[in-house]
C-alpha cells in the first residue's frame, strides 16, 4: 500500500490517490469470498461449498470487488494519510480509479486543518482584577452555612412573618370556577421564596394558624397557561402550620459542627482565605480569557465549517454523557425541553467555534515555540486519568494514543507561555466601589 500522489483541489481541500498491490487486494477478495461463499448456491455444489472460480465465471470476475475494496480501505487510507502528512479533520469521500492485474488505485477526498498564522501572541494586554473580600462578604458566607445547619421549628404564638414555611391548603378559582392545577393540600410554602404568583405569598404574611381565608391575585400576562394568563384569580386558603429555621448560635460549637477548627475566630478566618483564593483564581481566569480573546482576535486563518460542525457534536456527545450520569438521555431531554438535536448543536455552535479557534491559535504557538511533551509528562497525564477515571493505567492507554495526550500537554504549555509573557496589569476591585486601586 503506497500514497501515489496528493493534489490540493481547493482551499483546505485535498485528493490523494493511493494503491493496494494485487497480493494485498487478492489477499482482500479471498476474505471475502470465504465469508460470502456460505451463502451462495451453486448448481451442481452443495451450498457453501463452490470454488471461487465458479462463482466469479458465473457472477462475473469483480463479484468481490466491492467488498474488497471496503475490506482494504481502512488501513490503506490510514496509510496514505498518514504518509501524506495531511491533517484530515472530515470524512473522506471515496473513488475508484482503477482496477486491474496490478491491483486497485484509489482516490480519497477530504477537508484538512487550515494553514494558521498569528499576528501576535507575545505581550498581549489583560487586566487582573481580584475583588476585595469585605466582612460582608465573609459574613453572607458563614449566614449560608449557618441557614443550612438550622433546624426546622413549630411556631404558634404568632402570625406568619416574611421568611417562615406556612403549611396550607389551598384552591384557586378564575370567575368562580375551580382550574386545574389549582389545588393542593398541605403544602409547604417558604414565605419570600417567589415560587408562587407575584402577590400570593406576601397575603398570607400576618395570618394566624387555623384562619382560613381568601386571598386575590393576578396572573401575569406571560404566564405559561395560555387560559390563566393575565386573568384575575381568589385563593381560598386554610393556615394550619407555622415553621420558621431557628438558626445556631456562632460560636465556638457551630466552628467545631461546619469545619476543622476548635473556634469560631479560626473559622471565621479560613472563610475568608478561601474567599480570597475564591476571587484570586476568579481574577485569573479572567486574565486566561482575556488573553484566549487576544489571540482569536490574532489568528488569521480561513476555518473549514466541518471543523466547527465536528467540535459542536462533540459538545453535544459530552452532553448525553453527562444527563446520563444523572439517570437521563439526550432524547428524553429534548421531548421534555421542546428541543431537537440540531437546534442543540445550534446552541452549541459559539462555543464550538470559540474552542477550535483557540485551539488552531495554542497549536499554532506549539509550533513557533518548538514545545514538546515528555515522555514523563505523558505518563504523568495517564496516572491523573486513571486516578479521575478510577481504571488502571494501561486501561486508559488502550482509549487514548500517547500522541494525543502530548499534544494535549503541549496546548496547556502554549497557554502557559502566553500567560506568562503577556503583560498584565493588576488591579483591586472594590465591592461597591466607583473607583479601583491599582496595585
Avoid: W
Wanted: charged letters at 35%.
Amino acid at each position: 500500500m503506497a500514497l501515489k500522489s496528493t493534489n490540493k483541489v481547493e482551499t483546505n481541500v485535498y485528493e490523494i490517490e493511493f494503491d493496494a498491490s494485487k497480493e494485498v487486494f487478492d489477499a482482500a477478495i479471498e476474505k471475502v469470498y470465504r465469508k460470502e461463499v456460505k451463502k451462495i448456491n451453486i448448481p451442481g455444489f452443495r451450498k457453501g461449498k463452490a470454488p471461487r472460480s465458479i462463482i466469479e465465471k458465473m457472477y462475473g470476475k469483480g463479484v468481490f470487488y466491492e467488498d474488497a475494496i471496503n475490506e482494504i480501505i481502512p488501513d490503506a487510507y490510514e496509510a496514505a494519510v498518514k504518509e501524506s502528512g495531511l491533517k484530515v479533520v472530515s470524512r473522506p469521500e471515496f473513488d475508484v480509479v482503477t482496477i486491474d492485474d496490478n491491483g486497485v488505485v484509489l482516490k480519497a477526498k477530504f477537508t484538512v486543518k487550515p494553514e494558521v498564522a498569528l499576528k501576535e501572541y507575545v505581550g498581549l494586554k489583560a487586566r487582573k482584577e481580584a475583588k476585595e473580600v469585605t466582612d460582608d462578604d465573609v459574613n453572607n458566607e458563614i449566614e449560608s452555612v449557618r441557614a443550612r445547619n438550622g433546624r426546622m421549628v413549630e411556631v404558634t404564638e404568632r402570625a406568619v412573618e416574611n421568611g417562615d414555611l406556612a403549611v396550607i391548603d389551598y384552591e384557586g378559582f378564575c370567575d368562580g370556577v375551580a382550574f386545574d392545577g389549582g389545588k393542593a393540600e398541605k403544602y409547604s410554602l417558604a414565605i419570600g421564596s417567589g415560587s408562587f404568583i407575584p402577590g400570593f405569598e406576601e397575603q398570607i404574611i400576618g395570618h394566624n394558624i387555623g384562619e382560613s381565608f381568601d386571598i386575590t391575585v393576578k396572573f401575569p400576562e406571560e404566564y405559561h397557561s395560555a387560559d390563566l394568563a393575565g386573568k384575575d384569580a381568589i385563593f381560598k386558603i386554610v393556615l394550619h402550620e407555622i415553621k420558621k429555621n431557628e438558626l445556631p448560635a456562632l460560636d465556638d460549637e457551630f466552628a467545631k459542627d461546619v469545619s476543622e477548627f476548635d473556634t469560631f475566630d479560626e473559622y471565621k478566618a479560613d472563610v475568608k482565605a478561601k474567599l480570597e483564593k475564591k476571587s484570586e483564581k476568579e481574577a485569573e481566569n479572567s486574565v486566561e480569557e482575556q488573553i484566549i480573546n487576544a489571540l482569536i482576535e490574532n489568528l488569521e486563518a480561513e476555518i473549514p465549517e466541518v471543523m466547527f460542525e465536528n467540535e459542536a457534536e462533540n459538545f453535544v456527545r459530552d452532553y448525553d454523557s453527562r444527563l446520563r450520569m444523572q439517570g437521563l438521555d439526550l432524547n428524553t431531554y429534548c421531548k421534555y425541553t421542546g428541543q431537537t438535536l440540531e437546534s442543540l448543536r445550534e446552541q452549541f455552535k459559539p462555543m464550538a467555534e470559540r474552542q477550535v479557534k483557540t485551539r488552531l491559535a495554542l497549536e499554532k504557538i506549539v509550533e513557533l515555540e518548538n514545545l514538546v511533551a515528555s515522555d514523563e509528562e505523558a505518563d504523568a497525564e495517564y496516572e491523573n486519568l486513571a486516578k479521575a477515571y478510577n481504571m488502571p493505567v494501561d486501561e486508559v492507554k488502550k482509549f487514548v494514543d500517547v500522541e494525543a495526550i502530548k499534544a494535549d500537554l503541549c496546548v496547556k504549555k502554549a497557554v502557559d507561555f502566553v500567560k506568562e509573557n503577556a503583560k498584565v496589569t493588576k488591579a483591586r476591585k472594590k465591592k461597591a466601589a466607583t473607583t479601583e486601586a491599582a496595585e
